[in-house]
T-cell receptor
Framework: AQSVTQPDIHITVSEGASLELRCNYS??????LFWYVQSPGQGLQLLLK??????LVQGIKGFEAEFKRSQSSFNLRKPSVHWSDAAEYFC???????????FGGGTRLMVKP | EAQVTQNPRYLITVTGKKLTVTCSQN?????MSWYRQDPGLGLRQIYY???????DKGDVPEGYKVSRKEKRNFPLILESPSPNQTSLYFC?????????????FGEGSRLTVL
């Protein structure tokens, strides 16, 4: 069975500081990996995805993530955080059959002015 | 506008009173899915459907039913709701499958069972 762990439940960073959100997955084959963001009272929006190829993927809103197979990780990064980035972030792994997308528990990001 | 629409957005009900949460998408997507979101647990998949008349259990199907009679609609049925089904529910759709690309989410339905 596939699973995702996001070790950090809450993270607080200052506006303008860099950000890294951690994600570790468990899946027996090459995974399909995603990061979604949820703003308060909203549904989820896709930030970026990894299917194959270049292990550093670029997403919307200046986010990027790096797939590291040896560490089973897919960490999300942003060089300079904006106050509007305050939200909850979810890492997810999809199976090859395309029927299951498993989410991590989420990381809530707070941004200090 | 491409969207996934859920109704109701908010509902308070009592134990045992059957309810249905509707979900409709206008993007001609084959794949649809229901998730529940609980604090600290992220989103957990309840049921999914790969196409019309094809449904299957996700990770937490107990106490729920679904049907897929038309491509656009995927209702979630709670035959006899219990307090442990108090949660935030999301419907989602994708053109071919959950891993094929971006999953499009509805705005969520917050359900409270007393």
């Amino acid at each position: 069975a596939q699973s995702v762990t996001q070790p950090d439940i809450h993270i607080t960073v200052s506006e303008g500081a860099s950000l890294e959100l951690r994600c570790n997955y468990s899946y027996g084959a090459t995974p399909y990996l995603f990061w979604y963001v949820q703003s308060p009272g909203q549904g989820l929006q896709l930030l970026l995805k990894y299917f194959s190829g270049d292990t550093l993927v670029q997403g919307i809103k200046g986010f990027e993530a790096e797939f590291k197979r040896s560490q089973s990780s897919f960490n999300l990064r942003k060089p300079s955080v904006h106050w509007s980035d305050a939200a909850e972030y979810f890492c997810a792994v999809g199976n090859n059959a395309g029927n299951m997308l498993t989410f991590g528990g989420g990381t809530r990001l707070m941004v200090k002015p | 506008e491409a969207q996934v629409t859920q109704n109701p957005r908010y509902l308070i009900t009592v134990t045992g009173k059957k309810l249905t949460v509707t979900c409709s998408q206008n993007m001609n997507h084959e794949y649809m899915s229901w998730y529940r979101q609980d604090p600290g647990l992220g989103l957990r998949q309840i049921y999914y459907s790969m196409n019309v008349e094809v449904t299957d259990k996700g990770d937490v199907p107990e106490g729920y039913k679904v049907s897929r009679k038309e491509k656009r609609n995927f209702p979630l049925i709670l035959e006899s709701p219990s307090p442990n089904q108090t949660s935030l529910y999301f419907c989602a759709s994708q053109l071919h499958g959950a891993s094929s690309g971006e999953l499009f989410f509805g705005e969520g339905s917050r359900l409270t069972v007393l």
